[in-house]
């Protein structure tokens, strides 16, 4: 369902956790960011991983497969066919871990190619290109680490007042010097979105899951949690931002 939130569940707000970029929008809600700063961040984050995207013809695969899937095998075998066709230093890596089964593998655009070619040696049962540039989330995108990391060197950080999760490792910020860190790593590793929705909900037998709020256009990440833990989800609530702004202008 769609709902507005109050100010006693943000009060109220023990975690937060956002997707690739939305990792900035959980550290301004967190308070660890201001908003001006990490919209700049943002913005130099956006505007050096399309130049890096424009050196390589690359993108990403969504692929869901069978228990049986290997998907690291299937790279591996991806980047042997690109080195057949002249590919230097071909990439082919897990870029997004979203839930069992699921995995975004990005890298050049020949491996993927292969991949869709041979979904079925793989035991892959649904593939699709992304709509996007790049290989976000590999060694691709290396050469946007360092304009990335110039800003946030430049930006305070604070502790998050409450617990913010890292796409990184999935595991909880610890201090700013940590997040600035992570931030940059995160570029080029992919994003543990699965393990992230184990850390969060993890808790003892018996114990009753928290309220979760998706905020934004989309559900999404509501659809994710619903494959990671049926259970967290059935307290999950999607929050459209713009037409909640709308409803108020009215």
Same mark, same amino acid.
């Given at each position: 369902?769609?709902?507005?939130?109050?100010? $006693?569940?943000?009060?109220?707000?023990?975690?937060?956790?956002?997707?690739?970029v939305g990792e900035f929008a959980a550290l301004v809600f967190a308070g660890a960011l201001g908003f001006a700063e990490a919209l700049y961040a943002v913005k130099v984050r956006a505007e050096a991983m399309q130049k890096a995207s424009e050196t390589v013809p690359s993108g990403m695969l969504s692929v869901v497969g069978r228990r049986e899937a290997n998907y690291k095998f299937a790279c591996l075998e991806a980047r042997k066919?690109?080195?057949?066709?002249? &590919?230097?230093?071909?990439?082919?890596?897990?870029?997004?871990?979203?839930?069992? !089964?699921?995995?975004?593998?990005?890298?050049?655009?020949?491996?993927?190619?292969?991949?869709?070619?041979?979904?079925?040696?793989?035991?892959?049962?649904?593939?699709?290109?992304?709509?996007?540039?790049?290989?976000?989330?590999?060694?691709?995108?290396?050469?946007? +680490?360092?304009?990335?990391?110039? +800003?946030?060197?430049?930006?305070?950080?604070?502790?998050?007042?409450?617990?913010?999760?890292?796409?990184? !490792?999935?595991?909880?910020?610890?201090?700013?010097?940590?997040?600035?860190?992570?931030?940059?790593?995160?570029? +080029?590793?992919?994003?543990?979105?699965?393990?992230?929705?184990?850390? &969060?909900? %993890?808790?003892? $037998?018996?114990?009753?899951?928290?309220?979760?709020?998706? +905020?934004?256009?989309?559900? $999404?990440?509501?659809?994710?949690?619903?494959?990671?833990?049926?259970?967290?989800?059935? $307290?999950?609530?999607?929050? !459209?931002?713009?037409? !909640?702004? %709308?409803?108020?202008?009215?």
């Amino acid at each position: 369902p769609r709902v507005s939130v109050s100010v $006693q569940v943000v009060e109220s707000c023990v975690a937060a956790a956002g997707y690739s970029v939305g990792e900035f929008a959980a550290l301004v809600f967190a308070g660890a960011l201001g908003f001006a700063e990490a919209l700049y961040a943002v913005k130099v984050r956006a505007e050096a991983m399309q130049k890096a995207s424009e050196t390589v013809p690359s993108g990403m695969l969504s692929v869901v497969g069978r228990r049986e899937a290997n998907y690291k095998f299937a790279c591996l075998e991806a980047r042997k066919h690109c080195e057949s066709l002249g &590919v230097e230093n071909p990439v082919c890596e897990i870029s997004n871990y979203l839930f069992p !089964d699921s995995r975004v593998i990005a890298g050049h655009i020949q491996a993927l190619e292969f991949l869709q070619e041979n979904a079925r040696k793989y035991y892959f049962t649904h593939t699709k290109m992304l709509p996007v540039s790049g290989a976000f989330h590999t060694r691709l995108m290396e050469p946007a +680490v360092e304009p990335l990391a110039e +800003v946030l060197k430049s930006i305070e950080i604070q502790k998050p007042l409450v617990c913010v999760y890292s796409n990184v !490792d999935g595991k909880k910020y610890m201090h700013a010097k940590h997040i600035q860190k992570l931030l940059v790593k995160q570029v +080029v590793s992919p994003v543990m979105w699965e393990q992230t929705m184990h850390s &969060v909900y %993890e808790r003892k $037998q018996g114990t009753e899951f928290p309220y979760t709020y998706e +905020v934004g256009p989309g559900k $999404q990440l509501g659809a994710i949690l619903k494959k990671c833990n049926l259970k967290a989800w059935k $307290q999950y609530y999607h929050v !459209d931002a713009l037409e !909640d702004e %709308e409803a108020a202008e009215i």
